[in-house]
């Protein structure tokens, strides 16, 4: 049986002094939980559970651990014409190294490459979509 700690909503971590999972305890205003990661169906948390990856798609779901990852982002906001209220629908990456400003919305894929810079891989349109 493996441990983890999470907050209500958030991914999995392994390590209770992580950021991402700090946030979200601030987020949700509740403590952290110990569960039995063999018996849940959460993502485990890509800053301290899933350090091998290389490669992350943006999600409602990921995009708070993606963006204490990447460090020199941002959320990206826009206006929903049927509510007038601002949502979040992406990650703008700010310019890093050899990388320029780029944005990342629901759906896109975001790469760390070897020379320490993320890239956006937008996601595919499907054929006939506009």
Known sequence: MTTAFVV???SHHQDADCQALDNARLSAGAAAFQVDTDSTDRTPCILCTDTV???WEVTPQTIAELWELIGLSKY???VDPGTDRVTVDGLTILEHG???RSLALFGDTVRL???GT???HPAAV???AA
């Open 98 to 100: 050899s990388a320029a």
């Open 126 to 128: 499907p054929t006939g």
């Open 118 to 120: 993320y890239r956006v």
């Open 53 to 55: 990856r290389t490669e």
């Open 8 to 10: 209500a909503g958030s």
């Open 113 to 115: 490459h070897p020379d």
């Open 76 to 78: 990206h906001t826009v």
